[in-house]
């Protein structure tokens, strides 16, 4: 049950693209198709961007969008806006349980 | 509208007990599988248990087996989180959450603060 594992910063410039990476193994991201990513507002409860590594909730811009390959998942934010600046999570199921990345601090430049 | 509120935080010293409550509104409860993730200060989130639409199947995280114990009352549209044997390292904000294949829909959190 080790976290997945997420670079601790990001940033790019309104109207950039960022992408973060998640690095499980194959007992939870490799395995199952089920990543989601958060993303979390100083002071508040997460909210959820996307499931099952690419959909998106209703309500969430397309400029969210998720993939993975192999152990690997991703988020790419396209087209950055200032309210986008926000730590962001993923998490995998991992057979029963799941396991949650060790967040990225986006910054807008 | 799905809406989710935690009670039940506060401060308690190690080894004390707290019960952690989420009531739940906007749908069909009984029909969900429920989530508890925590969040220290400052730090990432974690996944800590959650438990079946009828509460026969419950999973926990490593740390928290034999300490922590997750229940629901679908009459009361409630979830619960029993702590006991508390630890300074179980300080964190407490969130409750709707699952599909991950926290879906989450509460606004209740604050575990564990010192002497």
């Known amino acids: 049950q080790s976290a997945l594992t997420q670079p601790p910063s990001a940033s790019g410039s309104p109207g950039q693209s960022v992408a973060i990476s998640c690095t499980g193994t194959?007992?939870?991201?490799?395995?199952?198709?089920?990543v989601s990513w958060y993303q979390q507002h100083p002071g508040k409860a997460p909210k959820l961007m996307i499931y099952?590594?690419?959909k998106r909730p209703s309500g969430v811009p397309d400029r969210f969008s998720g993939s993975k390959s192999g152990n690997t998942a991703s988020l790419t934010v396209s087209g950055l806006q200032a309210e986008d600046e926000a730590d962001y999570y993923c998490?995998?199921?991992?057979?029963?349980?799941?396991?949650f990345g060790t967040g990225t601090k986006v910054t807008v430049l | 509208e799905v809406h989710l509120v935690e009670s039940g935080g506060g401060l308690v010293q190690p080894g004390g007990s707290l019960r952690l409550s989420c009531a739940a509104s906007?749908?069909?409860?009984?029909?969900?599988?429920m989530t508890w993730v925590r969040q220290a200060p400052g730090k990432g989130l974690e996944w800590v248990a959650n438990?079946?639409?009828?509460?026969?199947?419950?999973n926990y995280v490593d740390f928290v087996k034999g300490r922590f114990t997750i229940s629901r009352d679908n009459a009361k549209n409630s979830l619960y989180l029993q702590l006991n044997s508390l630890r300074v390292e179980d300080t964190a904000v407490y969130y409750c959450?709707?699952?599909?294949?991950?926290?879906?829909?989450w509460g606004q959190g209740t604050l575990v603060t564990v010192s002497s």
């Open positions: 194959s007992s939870d991201v490799g395995r199952y198709n089920y």
């Open positions: 959450a709707r699952e599909y294949w991950g926290p879906e829909y």
């Open positions: 998490s995998s199921y991992a057979g029963s349980t799941y396991v």
């Open positions: 099952e590594v690419s």
């Open positions: 438990i079946k639409e009828d509460g026969s199947e419950k």
């Open positions: 906007g749908f069909s409860f009984r029909n969900y599988w």
